[in-house]
């Protein structure tokens, strides 16, 4: 039984940083794409990073040089370091694995085999 499990978020100031985390079970997460994914009430689910199945990370541009990802593979966890936050970051936050098809940048459901059951961050 595969779960995917957020945690992290909050409320925070603009200009503050945050870090989620997402910790896999049943599923080995360096074995297929990984990515976060955030949605923002009446908006798109829209893709934050990617991370293929050699560990490159790829940003989208609304995050890049603010959000850095990393994992540590011995505990299964993905971490998402987010900077400099701004209020148009203020969405649910989602990890993602097992990529199936579609654009992590503008996912649907399907696209992704896992989801969690995502995180809430609020900048103001």
């Known amino acids: 039984h595969v779960q995917l499990v957020e945690s992290g978020g909050g409320s925070v100031q603009a200009g503050e940083s945050r870090r989620l985390s997402c910790v896999t079970s049943?599923?080995?997460?360096?074995?297929?794409?990984v990515a976060w994914v955030r949605q923002a009430p009446g908006k798109q689910r829209e893709g934050v990073v990617s991370?293929?199945?050699?560990?490159?990370?790829t940003y989208a541009d609304s995050v890049k040089g603010r959000f850095t990802v990393s994992r540590n593979n011995a505990t299964n966890t993905l971490y998402l370091q987010m900077d400099t936050l701004k209020p148009e970051d203020t969405a649910m936050y989602f990890c993602?694995?097992?990529?199936?098809?579609?654009?992590?940048?503008?996912?649907?459901?399907?696209?992704?085999?896992?989801w969690g059951q995502g995180t809430q961050v609020t900048v103001s």
């Open positions: 993602a694995a097992d990529q199936r098809g579609g654009s992590w940048l503008r996912p649907r459901q399907t696209d992704f085999g896992y």
């Open positions: 049943g599923y080995t997460s360096t074995t297929s794409c």
């Open positions: 991370i293929d199945r050699d560990g490159r990370a």
